[in-house]
Structures are given as structure tokens and as C-alpha cells.
């Protein structure tokens, strides 16, 4: 690997390149935007890693301000950049390690995961409050009014305290200036480290595009430019699937339809609230008004017209109101 500047993005970073590529390496996944490692260095830290394609040398330094700008970004619900490393030929991200996986495993489960136990209600609501409060934060109060564009729950990862972090903010536009997909490489990119087995800590890998499409917004297809309605739309669809515990793609008979469609057509046909809410919730029923209200927020944001979809920090501000 050709020499590689190392770049801490805060005072706390407490390693160079030399510990990280020492580390012990789990594979965790790997779509169009990378190869993400999780790395446990010899004092015990566990920190996620992602390399990113082979080539944009010729805008490497288009590549540094982008890092370093969203470096800046700190806040509760937002995952922290810690450093990065580039070169003509390498590219790396570190980021803090988020221990309980993603919502998209929270929400359905996943394979190999025995006794599921389903969400309760209050860690829904404090789930969406996190999010909503993340993108609001992005959205208005950030060093940049930023748009994360590709926001869906394999992206949205869990601490320990089920507090969520959003992932991933920045890195459509980090991999389009880094020009190479790596996702035909991993051979290639196994040789930074020697990963171990697969972590038992693994996220879910989502390996294809369709499954993001659910969470993008109708206009998304025809704008180039990232909205942050888009965003709106997402939180909309994720907070359906919540309430739901619906994937976002559902087999009616013998047709296909998604969530959004799937729940406009229950309220269309005018079926009662219990047909709609996720079954594992129904202990929860003291808490109807609570779940009608978040479910009408959550239809708000998936209004057709971006321009009768709230802002987030509308919508953040009405949960904390909801749920106070």
C-alpha cells in the first residue's frame, strides 16, 4: 500500500495507521460504497473501518475538505468520524464501533438470531426521537445544511443504550469522488488486514440497491439534486415499518406492494387501527392514542408533495411534545 496520511479528526484518537493495520479484522459487509471492517486494536478499542474505491487520485484534495467537513459534525445521534487515511490508492474512514448492530435486525431479526424478542413500544418511540432528532441537527444546525439522501434502517445503528446513530452521512458523495465501486474487489481488499471469522457483532450486509428504493422519496427519481424532503420521506417510511414491524417490501396474495401502499390501502379501506400495528405490540394498546398520533407524523412525511412534508425539526419537535 503506498504511504498513507493519517488524519485523527479529533483530540481523543489515540492510534495512527501503523496500530489500525496491525489489529485484528472482522469483515462486516460490503455494498457499492465499500468494504466496512470491523477493527479491534491491541488495547481493546473496537472501531469501524471502511475503504473506499481504488481511484480519485486526481481529486484528492476534494476528497480531504469533504472529510474533514463532515469530521465536524458531533452529535448524539449522528455517527462520529474519527479519522481517516488517504492516498492516490487508498482511502480509508474510521469511525466509532456501534455495538448492537442496525435497526433493519432490531425491527424483523435476523438469520442465525434465536429468540427474537420484538421491540417494546417506548424503544420504538425513542428510537424515531433519536433519528429525528440526528437529521433535524443535519438539516438546520450543522456546520453545513447537509442532506444524507440515503437514509434507511440497515444504515441506522444501535448503541447499548438502544439510542440510534445514524450512519453512513456522506458517503454517496465521498465514494462518487473516490470514482471506483470496490464491490467487484475484495480480494483485493481482504490484503489490508487478515480478517478473523465473521464478527459476532456483524451488521446487516445489504447488497442490493432495491432494497434502498423503498426509503427513497417518489421525486428522488427524476431530481438530481439531494432534497432534504428526501430525508423526511425516509424517516416516514422507516417510522411505517416500526409501527408496523412490516417489511417495507409485502406480499399481498399474489401481487407485490410496498409499505407506503400497504398502509394507505388499510386506511383507505378503512380497517381498523390493530390490523395495521405490529401484533407483538398489542400489550400496548393503553398507549393507542400515543401510536395513532406517531403513525399520522409518520404519514405527514410521506406526503406526496415534498412540500407538504413537515421539516424534521417539526417532526422532532412533535414527538418530544407527543411523548413528554
Known amino acids: 500500500m503506498e504511504q498513507c496520511n493519517f488524519v485523527p479528526l479529533d483530540t481523543e484518537?489515540?492510534?495512527?495507521?501503523e496500530q489500525l493495520l496491525k489489529a485484528s479484522a472482522f469483515l462486516l459487509g460490503k455494498s457499492s460504497s465499500g468494504i466496512l471492517y470491523k477493527v479491534v486494536l491491541d488495547n481493546g478499542l473496537a472501531v469501524a473501518v471502511?475503504?473506499?474505491?481504488?481511484?480519485?487520485?486526481?481529486?484528492?484534495?476534494?476528497?480531504?475538505?469533504?472529510?474533514?467537513?463532515?469530521?465536524?459534525?458531533?452529535?448524539?445521534?449522528?455517527?462520529?468520524?474519527?479519522?481517516?487515511?488517504?492516498?492516490?490508492?487508498?482511502?480509508?474512514?474510521?469511525?466509532?464501533?456501534?455495538?448492537?448492530g442496525d435497526l433493519a435486525a432490531a425491527i424483523h431479526g435476523k438469520s442465525g438470531i434465536v429468540n427474537f424478542k420484538p421491540l417494546l413500544w417506548p424503544v420504538r418511540v425513542k428510537i424515531m426521537k433519536g433519528i429525528a432528532k440526528g437529521l433535524a441537527f443535519l438539516h438546520e444546525f450543522s456546520p453545513k445544511r447537509y442532506v444524507h439522501g440515503n437514509l434507511k434502517p440497515s444504515n441506522i445503528l444501535l448503541g447499548e443504550d438502544m439510542e440510534p446513530r445514524i450512519s453512513d452521512f456522506g458517503l454517496s458523495r465521498l465514494a462518487n469522488i473516490t470514482e471506483e465501486s470496490p464491490e467487484f474487489q475484495v480480494e483485493q481488499h481482504m490484503a489490508i488486514w487478515t480478517p478473523e471469522q465473521s464478527s459476532p457483532f456483524e451488521l446487516t450486509p445489504i447488497n442490493s440497491s432495491s432494497n434502498g428504493s423503498y426509503y427513497r422519496?417518489?421525486?428522488?427519481?427524476?431530481?438530481?439534486?439531494?432534497?432534504?424532503?428526501?430525508?423526511?420521506?425516509?424517516?416516514?417510511?422507516?417510522?411505517?415499518?416500526?409501527?408496523?414491524?412490516?417489511?417495507?417490501?409485502?406480499?399481498?396474495?399474489?401481487?407485490?406492494?410496498?409499505l407506503v401502499q400497504w398502509i394507505q390501502l388499510g386506511i383507505d379501506e378503512r380497517k381498523p387501527l390493530s390490523s395495521i400495528i405490529d401484533p407483538s405490540l398489542a400489550h400496548s394498546w393503553v398507549e393507542e392514542d400515543n401510536i395513532t398520533a406517531i403513525l399520522k407524523l409518520a404519514l405527514a412525511c410521506i406526503h406526496k408533495s415534498p412540500d407538504r412534508r413537515p421539516s424534521m425539526r417539526f417532526v422532532s419537535y412533535s414527538l418530544e411534545k407527543l411523548t413528554s
Open 13 to 17: 484518537v489515540d492510534f495512527d495507521l
Open 217 to 258: 422519496a417518489p421525486e428522488a427519481l427524476n431530481d438530481t439534486k439531494p432534497s432534504q424532503k428526501w430525508d423526511v420521506y425516509s424517516f416516514g417510511v422507516i417510522s411505517l415499518e416500526m409501527i408496523s414491524g412490516k417489511l417495507p417490501s409485502i406480499q399481498v396474495g399474489s401481487s407485490e406492494m410496498d
Open 50 to 100: 471502511r475503504r473506499l474505491g481504488d481511484g480519485g487520485g486526481q481529486r484528492l484534495k476534494e476528497f480531504q475538505t469533504e472529510v474533514e467537513a463532515i469530521g465536524k459534525i458531533r452529535h448524539p445521534n449522528i455517527v462520529n468520524l474519527r479519522a481517516y487515511c488517504c492516498s492516490d490508492d487508498e482511502k480509508l474512514l474510521i469511525y466509532d464501533y456501534i455495538t448492537k
